[in-house]
């Protein structure tokens, strides 16, 4: 009796879901479109803003001169790190570490040399890279402690 009861239920929930079901009514609300940007938008050149040629000479520059730093050759980053900076300080528009290397870069030289006279131009430098870095990047509050910190207890 139990196979037959079995049975009996299988199809009779077989059949069951066969059945049409009947559902709401379905509103479509038109689909807003979102246009990303491949690159955020920045006051500073970056790759974008630079001819192809160019650009691939200073992506290559930023490439080596990051090699040279991550191995601590400072004399061998700083002359690709200047040419990668100087002609896209904002690189592709989202990292900020250029300036942070830079700063470093300078602080190095800083260290390096006695002549009074070198060692202020580059704190001007180190300066105007932390200020490059709130034009590009904003931030700031974080940028100000962070300059006043190396100014009163590195140079």
């Not at 929930?13 to 920045?42: F, G, R």
């Not at 690709?80 to 990292?95: C, E, Q």
């Amino acid at each position: 009796m139990s196979k037959i009861a079995y049975t009996l239920s299988f199809l009779f929930l077989l059949i069951l879901s066969c059945t049409p079901k009947v559902t709401q009514e379905v509103i479509e609300e038109p689909v807003k479109e979102i246009i990303a940007a491949d690159e955020p938008a920045n006051p500073c050149t970056s790759f974008a803003d630079l001819d192809a040629a160019t650009r691939d000479e200073v992506e290559t520059a930023y490439v080596i001169y990051k090699d040279f730093y991550d191995s601590n050759e400072y004399d061998k980053a700083l002359p690709l790190w200047r040419k990668a900076y100087g002609n896209a300080p904002a690189a592709n528009g989202r990292v900020k570490y250029q300036f942070d290397h830079g700063i470093k870069l300078y602080g190095h030289l800083f260290s390096k040399t006695e002549d009074e006279v070198l060692k202020q131009a580059y704190v001007d430098t180190i300066i105007m890279l932390y200020d490059k870095r709130v034009e590009c990047f904003e931030g700031e509050a974080y940028i100000s402690g962070r300059k006043g910190y190396d100014l009163y207890y590195n140079y």
